[in-house]
């Protein structure tokens, strides 16, 4: 039996867009294959707000992440983390030969404006990167107020991870000042994993330019440098079957259902599981920076959340259990994709049923 999929990633992925992943292939040198990068970009554009170019990456997340970190330090990163997708970022850069600098924030807590001012004020760095939204923990960062920090640092290419958040709830990029936002597509997006997206902003190209060791599959320039020359293509072989789905989704988020109602639905469904949460458990993340995503229960019962996600595997449903070293501290819920309340509901009261609550 199929599981419906309440995890962070990946999520339950329309059949109208699964049909789309199994169409039959085009010449990636073709004018269609332009054609359809150049569309799959403009509408990037929307979701995220911006003018900047955008870049794919056959790659998850993690490959855009890495080759950001590479392709944009020339002095000195300094990484804000929230949790373990923030850690991995440091990771990056340091098996990069990239100089950093971790800073990470105990657990539940989001990245304070005032740290980052802090830390950039001392001149040693020229890139930062922060989790927008931190899947370990459930927490969502305040980044409008990083945004009115980061407009002190002008010198300074801003590197944000919305990879469980875009599509999701609204970032926008250029308002907030981000050089490279980066998202994947098996989370809020909804589709399969396998493609990774980010914006391009000049800042962040002209810093590359000054960098000279950007590796070569993601040096994130060289992918800009490509879409230039050759109208909208990717240097190597790109998972065009992605390409279509991510092409059909975003007309689906765009144009039928539409941004705004789209985060109005992740906001409402957010509401109701930590309402929930609130009345059998407690959330986990400190109040005021809580995921619009997904949401990180505190297990306050010590409830067998193992054994929880059986019996709920048994009646076609999984929820995650949490993340690293808060597995059976935490569970965790997602309300993100195309999932709608009724989902959320069932969840719930099934959850209630196991749980005799
Ligand atoms: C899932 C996730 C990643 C990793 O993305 P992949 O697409 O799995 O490489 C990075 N950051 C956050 C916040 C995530 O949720």
């Given at each position: ?65 890495e080759?950001?970190v590479r392709s944009c330090t020339a002095?000195r990163a300094?990484v ?12 990056m850069a340091k098996y990069n030969n990239v100089p950093a ?26 890139l ?83 960098v000279?060791f ?144």
């Amino acid at each position: 039996m199929h599981k419906k999929l309440f995890i962070p990633g990946p999520v339950e992925v329309r059949p109208e867009v699964l049909k789309k992943m199994s169409e039959p292939m085009i010449g990636h040198r073709s004018k269609d294959a332009s054609a359809l990068q150049r569309r799959i970009s403009d509408n990037m554009r929307k979701l995220f707000y911006t003018e900047s170019e955008i870049l794919l990456s056959t790659t998850s997340g993690s490959g855009l992440m890495e080759g950001a970190v590479r392709s944009c330090t020339a002095k000195r990163a300094a990484v804000f983390s929230v949790g373990a997708f923030g850690n991995r970022w440091y990771e990056m850069a340091k098996y990069n030969n990239v100089p950093a600098d971790l800073y990470e924030a105990e657990w539940g807590k989001p990245t304070k404006p005032e740290l980052i001012d802090e830390v950039l004020s001392t001149g040693k760095y020229d890139l930062i990167t922060v989790t927008h939204n931190e899947t370990s923990t459930g927490i969502m960062n305040p980044v409008d107020e990083i945004a009115e920090v980061m407009k002190k640092y002008p010198e300074v290419v801003y590197c944000l991870d919305t990879v469980s958040s875009a599509a999701g709830t609204k970032i926008e990029v250029d308002k907030l000042g981000v050089d490279i936002c980066i998202t994947s597509t098996q989370k809020a997006i909804g589709l399969p994993p396998g493609m990774a997206i980010c914006t391009f902003s000049e800042k962040a190209r002209e810093r590359a330019e000054k960098v000279p060791f950007r590796g070569v599959y993601l040096d994130l320039l060289a992918l800009y440098k490509y879409i230039q020359k050759k109208d909208y293509q990717y240097p190597s072989t790109p998972s065009l079957s992605h390409m279509f789905a991510l092409d059909y989704q975003l007309d689906y988020i765009l144009n039928e259902e539409g941004l705004e109602n789209r985060f109005a639905r992740h906001i409402s469904m957010a509401e109701v599981v930590r309402a929930w949460a609130e009345k059998h458990f407690e959330v986990f993340p400190e109040k005021g920076y809580w995921s619009n995503t997904l949401t990180n229960i505190k297990n306050t019962r010590e409830i067998d959340v193992a054994a929880l996600n059986k019996e709920l595997g048994a009646r076609g449903m999984q929820l995650s259990n949490g993340y690293g070293k808060l597995k059976d501290k935490t569970f965790r819920i997602a309300h993100m994709a195309d999932m709608q309340m009724e989902d959320i509901k069932e969840l719930l009261s099934n959850i209630e049923d196991i749980l005799k609550l």
